[in-house]
Structures are given as C-alpha cells and as structure tokens.
C-alpha cells in the first residue's frame, strides 16, 4: 500500500498543485453532482474536501504511480470518497484551474 507513496516522493519536490503534475502519468476521471443538495467529495489519503454545487463538475487526476488502478471510490449519501492510490492527485475545474481545498465548504453555523 505504501509503495507508490515511496515511490512518487522520491520525485516530488513540495505537495505543490504544480509539483503534484510533475510526477506525470495523469489519469483524470470526471466527477459531477447529478443532485438535488451539495455534495462533498472527500479526497484520501490526504484528507481533502471540496464540495459540489447541484450540476457541477470538477476533474479528479490521480499522478505517479500506484499498484492495480489509479482509484478507490466510495459513496454515501451526499458524500464521494476517492482514494487516489497513487497518494497524489489533484481537483481542477473545467479550465483546467486548481480547486483549492475547502471549496463551496459550508460554514460552521449552516449559514
């Protein structure tokens, strides 16, 4: 489990957005809400969350190496989990731009 962690740090300068697409071998894998109410998506092993609006998109792209498949997902109400076995991955927009961690997070008091 623990291999590709090994194995990409040894080529990754910082856990920078830019650094993170040095380790190459990009695989993206789209994900959208299709419902009615936000939905988080939990990025692992890092520990991520963005959260997306009824009808948005973002793109999810695991970097570097891993071993069998570049993802693990799971799902619950109103919540995606992906585990990018790679241990790095990325969330970027339909530009292309970096989602910064936190996004569309609702506040603490439910405002």
């Avoid at 300068?13 to 650094?19: A, Q, T, V, W």
């Avoid at 948005?56 to 992906?82: A, I, M």
């Amino acid at each position: 489990m623990t291999a590709p962690l090994t194995s990409n740090m040894a080529k990754l300068g910082d856990f920078s957005f830019e650094s993170i697409k040095t380790l190459g071998n990009a695989v993206p894998m789209l994900v959208g809400n299709s419902g009615q109410a936000l939905m988080e998506l939990w990025l692992e092993p890092l520990a991520r969350d963005y959260w997306l609006l009824p009808g948005q998109t973002v793109t999810v792209t695991s970097y570097g190496t891993w071993n069998d498949h570049p993802f693990k997902l799971h799902h619950e109400p109103n919540r995606l989990t992906v585990w990018a076995t790679s241990w790095f991955a990325t969330v970027t927009d339909g530009n292309g731009a970096e989602v910064p961690c936190g996004y569309n997070r609702p506040s603490e008091s439910g405002d």
